[in-house]
């Protein structure tokens, strides 16, 4: 599967507002609520499926069912967190086929060590710019259809400095790669600047996490800034989370969810979210 209609998207100035999934039913109640595209958080799958910190766990076949299952149940075009591409240049081209026959719109390819660690947490380290440049050639290479798209992230802002990062994006911009990810920019001025830089040349993704070191804004101010993708990967799995410990807490205490019945879907409810009347009036022609 291929999306020509998320190229043609990106294309535009007006950003490109995409939340977090980890599965089939987050993605399908976020195409719901109405957004244009889904980024499929790598760290976000480490958590719902390992019950596990975003630090290399997770496989490529892990994230490859994971983005199957998705693209099968929504029509959103899907941005995949590939992290490192799961080893080296030929980990990378695997990686990247199966994503593309798994229904990736864009596959983000990034430039830190094997096993890797969420880009908001201490202690990252980058490989060289030249094995990460043949690692996106690779990529490139590895594609059977330009449109599915390329996206390089840096990790080097938080190892090397702003400036060797702007240095690296360039180099994997000249690589031919779709769009560009310069993660954890700590500051407004930082946002800035590799807006600048790449903005008028590139899509540029700018990565809202809850807590972590870039500052937060809202997808209008990201996009005066000159982003045009913005992703807050992480905040579904930790709504979720919130939830959660508030229903099982309730349900603990009070040995029933009677308590909670305000905050939940009934049964019925829940049906008509997966579509279970349609599926079975197609269940009907069959008889």
Known sequence: MTNPSFKTRLARN?????????????????????????????????????????VGLTTFTEVADTLARITERVGLPVIVDADTGFGNALN????????????????????????KRCGHLDGKAVV?????????????????????????????????????????????????????????????????????????????????VEGGKTPIQDADALQKHGFRIAIFPGGTARAVVHTLQGYYASLHQHRTTQPWRGQMLDFDALNEVIGTPELMRTGQKYD
Do not use: H, W
């Open 92 to 115: 990378t081209q695997r990686t990247v086929r199966g994503f593309e026959r798994a229904g990736a719109a864009m596959v983000q390819i990034e430039d830190q060590t094997f096993p």
């Open 128 to 208: 060289p710019e030249r094995e990460m440049v043949g690692k996106l050639k690779a990529a490139l290479d590895a594609r059977a259809s330009s449109d599915t798209l390329i996206l390089a992230r840096t990790d080097a802002v938080a190892v090397e400095g702003l400036d060797a990062a702007l240095d690296r994006a360039e180099a994997y911009l000249a690589c031919g790669v779709d769009a560009l990810f310069i993660e954890a920019l700590r500051s407004p001025e930082q946002m800035d600047a590799a807006c600048q830089r790449f903005g008028d040349r590139v899509p540029l993704l700018a990565n809202m």
């Open 14 to 54: 007006d950003i490109v507002l995409a939340p977090g999934v980890y599965d089939a039913l987050s993605a399908l109640v976020a195409e719901q609520a109405g957004f244009e595209a889904l980024y499929l958080s790598g760290a976000s799958i480490a958590y719902t499926r390992l019950g596990r910190s975003d």
